[in-house]
């Protein structure tokens, strides 16, 4: 049976006092709204309606980036509100629909599944979860059959009602064109004056349709509604991600300070040691180490390559077999081959560095010249000397040596040795004349 959902965005996020739109901040480097796309799409949802406001040009890019469609809630008037502005969108649709908050990062496949399966039992369902801290949750009252009685928003909620600890998770699933009907009807007499989706279940009551409560677990559904919140849910995200990987095989000595991107790869027997953090696209192949205060990002590293410490990958790094990145050692879009060694205080831009090649200290490759960035190509073998300046466009052929302190302007031929730095100079006992001299002019003028 096919399968849509409507994600709510269209809210101002207040509580994040921010000029970016609430679902648009970040949990490991994506969107709110991305998570919950991820997830839903997992579960095999095929069609997406993100619902904005009109002001929302931002997330409405985004979304149909991820292959949604949009919809425009023109007035803020409330959850219930602003799923029923997707009717249209959604009109040529039936089947199951799944009405879910866009502020919910950590929401799996799994947990989407569960609201429908339960709803396929009852007609309609909703999520819930026992909360630690209720906090402004909106606060779940069961009926004696376990189905729901009703949803009561913490603004509206009395006292014995507060003190419940059952939350709604705000996740939905219904049969779409049912809850259309339920939608517009629904009414704004309460504490905020809102639409609430929170009253469809009474509504769906009214025809003979009961709502089933799947529970779930709270960090699956907590929602990001203050900077705390969203700091809280990076928490939950990295806890979640460190636990996988360690199940997964990856050894890290101190989970706790390894942070990772929601799109990393880490496979088997890779060692991660303490403070390393990965920025988005990183794949690091088995059998590799990552040292300590080590930050890759849209980097590969291969199977038997030992990173850092204090080494930066960047975008378009790919770390050859058995290489050695070294400490103060950036790459940028550079092909590091099987076996080189580049261990101290360098920079590697637009480069590709041959197999078995060994970068000495300080090696610069000057690939930028205010206007575009050209290319260096070091042979497999090479052997650049410390501290040498490579001006690109340049080629330097295997097993080539550079001398150290060398600025390398030409292409260096295979095997050749290429040295170009000022000629040593000596003048035996000009340093103890020098200072003979400065001592008895001082002499002189002290007196
Ligand atoms: C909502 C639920 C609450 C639940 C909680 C779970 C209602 C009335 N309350 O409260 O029961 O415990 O989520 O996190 O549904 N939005 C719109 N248009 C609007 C208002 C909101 O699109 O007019 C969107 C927001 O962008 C957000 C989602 O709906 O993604 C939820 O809105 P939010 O203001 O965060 O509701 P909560 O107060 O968290
Ligand atoms: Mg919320």
Not at 287 to 300: D, K, M, N, Q, V
Request: proline share 3%; hydrophobic share 45%.
């Amino acid at each position: 049976m096919s399968k849509a959902a409507i994600i709510l965005a269209a809210g101002q996020g207040t509580r994040m006092k921010s000029a970016l739109p609430k679902v648009l901040h970040k949990v490991a480097g994506l969107p709110l709204l991305g998570h919950v796309v991820a997830a839903l799409k997992g579960a095999g949802v095929d069609r997406i309606v993100v619902v904005t406001s009109a002001a929302g040009e931002a997330v409405r890019t985004y979304a149909k980036g991820l292959g949604a469609q949009c919809a425009i809630q023109q007035e803020q008037l409330g959850t219930g509100h602003a799923a029923a502005s997707a009717r249209d969108v959604l009109a040529d649709f039936s089947g199951s629909l799944l009405i879910v908050n866009g502020d919910m990062p950590l929401v799996t496949s799994e947990t989407i599944l569960e609201c429908l399966k339960s709803q396929s039992r009852t007609g309609l369902a909703l999520l819930a979860f026992e909360a630690e801290d209720p906090g402004a949750y909106g606060r779940v009252l069961l009926r004696p059959d376990g189905h729901l009685n009703r949803i009561v928003e913490f603004k509206d909620a009395v006292g014995s009602e507060r003190a419940v600890t059952l939350c709604n998770a705000g996740c939905y699933a219904a049969d779409s064109q049912k809850f259309f009907r339920w939608a517009a009807a629904l009414n704004n007499n309460n504490a905020q004056k809102e639409y609430y989706l929170t009253d469809v279940p009474h509504l769906a009551r009214i025809d003979g349709i009961a709502c089933a409560v799947a529970l779930t677990d709270e960090v699956s559904v907590l929602g990001v509604n203050s900077r705390a919140e969203l700091a809280h849910a990076e928490d939950k995200f990295q806890d979640r991600a460190r636990a996988r990987l360690l199940k997964d095989g990856v050894t890290m000595t101190a989970p706790q300070t390894v942070f990772f991107s929601h799109d990393t790869v880490v496979e088997n027997d890779v060692e991660i040691e303490p403070f390393v953090v990965f920025g988005p696209g990183v794949t690091v192949k088995s059998g590799a180490r990552l040292r300590s205060h080590s930050h890759l990002e849209g980097a590969t590293v291969a199977g038997g390559a030992i990173i850092g410490p204090f080494a930066r990958l960047r975008p378009g790094a790919q770390i050859g077999e058995d290489a050695h990145i070294g400490n103060f050692v950036e790459v940028k879009n550079t092909v590091i081959e099987k076996g080189a060694k580049a261990n101290h205080l360098t920079y590697l831009g637009d480069a590709r560095v041959g197999e078995g090649a060994n970068i000495g200290a300080g090696t610069i490759t000057c690939n930028y010249d205010g206007f575009t960035k050209a290319k260096t190509d070091i042979g497999a073998g090479a052997f650049i000397g410390s501290d040498t300046a490579l001006v690109a466009p340049v080629t330097i052929g295997d097993g080539a040596i550079t001398g150290a302190g060398s600025v390398i302007t030409k292409d260096v031929a295979a095997d050749a040795l290429a040295v170009a730095r000022g000629k040593q100079i000596e003048i035996p006992g000009w340093a103890k004349a020098f200072r003979e001299r400065q001592k008895a002019k001082k002499q002189a003028e002290s007196k």
